[in-house]
């Protein structure tokens, strides 16, 4: 992916994420459009600092937009990217169904990391059961959302001659 690919990606990520609100269902979970950038990258490229810089540089993008404290987001990012690290050999792109679990495995990941840290530093009173449910709320959305945007980064990829096996 170029630079200047992911770049567009990621301030595409990072507008969605402010004017979307979060799911009033399940526990309130963001859309996780930033997330899917930084699964995309994990996924499919090959040098792992590239997944890492760009895990950071969401994690502070989506920090300074939000209520969080700085880092928080990309800890939770580099816990998500760390287990599509891990999956990546045995991850199908291009199949719909596998997408659709990797998401929600992901998402549900980086929400729980995220809860973590915050209830750790005193920031939230968020209980296990509550934990539990906007994790869900995340995983739901993971699914549905992230196989739409992975299949339009891939296809906008390929429509500009970017694309690169993964290999």
């Given at each position: 992916?170029?630079?200047?690919?992911?770049?567009?990606?990621?301030?595409?990520?990072?507008?969605?994420?402010?004017?979307?609100?979060?799911?009033?269902?399940?526990g309130?979970?963001?859309?996780?459009?930033?997330?899917?950038?930084?699964?995309y990258?994990?996924?499919?490229k090959?040098?792992?600092?590239?997944?890492?810089?760009?895990?950071?540089?969401?994690?502070?993008?989506?920090?300074?937009?939000?209520?969080?404290?700085?880092?928080?987001s990309?800890c939770?990012?580099?816990?998500?990217?760390?287990?599509?690290?891990?999956?990546r050999?045995?991850?199908?792109?291009?199949?719909?169904?596998?997408?659709?679990?990797f998401?929600a495995?992901?998402?549900?990941?980086?929400?729980?990391?995220?809860?973590?840290?915050?209830?750790?530093?005193?920031?939230v009173?968020?209980?296990?059961?509550?934990l539990?449910?906007?994790?869900?709320?995340?995983?739901v959305?993971?699914?549905?959302?992230?196989?739409?945007?992975?299949?339009?980064?891939?296809?906008?990829?390929?429509?500009?001659?970017?694309?690169?096996?993964?290999?």
């Amino acid at each position: 992916m170029s630079l200047l690919l992911l770049l567009f990606w990621l301030i595409s990520g990072v507008t969605l994420q402010v004017a979307v609100p979060a799911w009033r269902h399940m526990g309130q979970p963001a859309f996780p459009f930033l997330l899917a950038v930084v699964l995309y990258v994990a996924v499919n490229k090959r040098k792992t600092r590239t997944f890492v810089a760009t895990a950071l540089l969401a994690g502070v993008l989506e920090d300074a937009l939000s209520l969080a404290p700085l880092g928080f987001s990309a800890c939770s990012f580099l816990a998500a990217g760390g287990l599509a690290l891990l999956l990546r050999e045995d991850f199908f792109a291009d199949q719909a169904r596998t997408v659709l679990w990797f998401g929600a495995l992901c998402s549900a990941a980086a929400t729980g990391a995220m809860g973590l840290l915050l209830r750790g530093a005193d920031l939230v009173a968020l209980t296990g059961g509550a934990l539990l449910r906007r994790m869900t709320g995340a995983a739901v959305l993971g699914a549905v959302l992230i196989p739409v945007l992975f299949a339009l980064m891939r296809r906008m990829e390929r429509l500009l001659g970017t694309w690169e096996d993964r290999g």
